[in-house]
């Protein structure tokens, strides 16, 4: 006497994962001009010894702005410094990496027959 399982028809199907890892993670948009002026100058500051405070001090009295118009605070200064970073490598990292299709995960399953 034969089981259920033997009276039923399965198919056999190789499962698989394909894993594609894009390159395109960081939006290609460059800083502006006055971004990579602002940029420059803050670094220069806070490389000739200023703290956060201080430079935004000197850029308040310089009548510089941000890029929207306000006047700066001391986490601002230290968010373009720190954000620049970030962003230089993960432009370094991700951007410019090539990233290769990972295939993975190889099962092999049975499916019932219909």
């Known amino acids: 006497m034969k089981s259920a ?47 956060y405070r201080k430079i935004a001090k000197y850029l308040n009295e310089q009548g510089i702005e941000t890029i929207l118009g306000d006047t700066w605070k001391n986490t601002q200064v230290f968010s373009i410094l720190k954000k620049y970073r970030v962003r230089q490598a993960r432009i370094q990292n991700v951007r410019l990496s090539k990233h290769p299709i990972e295939i993975s995960k190889f099962e092999l399953q049975w499916i019932k027959d219909i």
Do not use: D, W
Not at 22 to 35: F, R
Not at 44 to 49: D, E, K, V
């Open 5 to 51: 399982f033997l009276k039923e028809k399965f198919s056999h199907y190789l499962c698989f994962t394909v894993t594609i890892g894009p390159n395109h993670l960081i939006a290609e948009q460059e800083y502006t001009e006055q971004q990579h002026q602002n940029y420059e100058l803050i670094k220069s500051l806070y490389n000739r010894g200023m703290g």
